[in-house]
């Protein structure tokens, strides 16, 4: 997420068009991973995160939280995620090897529609968090960190990210 606002169509009194002040010179920004998790017996859903702001997502955070992500779910574990570079590499075997209750799974090369956490950023980016210009990436972190806390109490709104995926596994869960 950058500090940069993404910019939508708002209300404003006529003759009064919204400013949004925004620092320039510099692309702060809060990096985030995230994990949707569902109970098969419970079917409860649950939303795992860490945010790094003014940093990258790389492999060995990755690798840090699917080992954080294994002491918080018990039995066995499947992993459904894109196929980015931050998801391949000796870490990640190591996390495999370590742990063989973990499944990792791929989506398809470029299918952002098929992974229920897309919804999760769409939301934040387009609803929660438009329009909003933070003065750094520290506030702007506080905000992303809200937002996820929100989302993760919000069992409708997980809901909603497993059934805006035509992958949503209903008949074996019963999650609508």
């Not at 919204?18 to 692309?27: D, M, N, Q, S």
């Not at 499947?78 to 063989?100: C, K, M, N, Q």
């Not at 990436?137 to 035509?166: G, N, Q």
Request: with cysteine.
């Amino acid at each position: 997420m950058l500090l940069t606002p993404l910019v939508r169509r708002t209300l404003a009194p006529r003759g009064q068009t919204p400013i949004l002040p925004v620092k320039g010179g510099r692309r702060e920004k809060v990096s985030v991973i995230a994990g949707l998790s569902l109970s098969p017996v419970a079917q409860r859903l649950g939303l795992y995160f860490r945010t790094f702001p003014n940093a990258y997502v790389t492999t060995p955070d990755t690798a840090a939280f699917l080992r954080d992500l294994l002491r918080h779910l018990r039995g066995r574990v499947i992993v459904v995620w894109d196929r980015g570079p931050i998801h391949r590499g000796d870490p990640i075997r190591r996390v495999l090897a370590d742990y063989p209750r973990l499944t990792l799974e791929r989506l398809p090369s470029y299918a952002p529609e098929l992974n229920p956490v897309e919804q999760l950023w769409n939301h934040i980016k387009y609803a929660r968090l438009a329009n909003l210009s933070a003065p750094d990436a520290d506030a702007l972190d506080d905000l992303v960190i809200e937002c996820l806390i929100d989302a993760k109490f919000d069992p409708k709104r997980l809901r909603s990210f497993y059934a805006a995926t035509p992958l949503t596994p209903t008949e074996r869960t019963g999650v609508p």
